[in-house]
């Protein structure tokens, strides 16, 4: 995994704010779903979710 060197606060309703310059490297837009993974007791992950259009 790579360390960005970000650090950033939760707010009082558990939220946190994924920087501008992350978003614009994984070409993450507003709206977009994330997903939310637990490696272990001290690691979250978030991925861009990828949905499958069964046409």
Request: charged residues 35%; hydrophobic residues 35%; proline residues 2%.
């Amino acid at each position: 995994m790579k360390t960005t060197g970000i650090t950033r606060r939760i707010d009082e309703l558990g939220r946190i704010v994924i920087p501008k310059e992350l978003r614009k490297n994984m070409h993450i837009k507003t709206g977009e779903l994330l997903e939310i993974f637990l490696s272990d007791t001290e690691t979250i992950s978030l991925r861009k979710h990828i949905t499958i259009d069964k046409k």
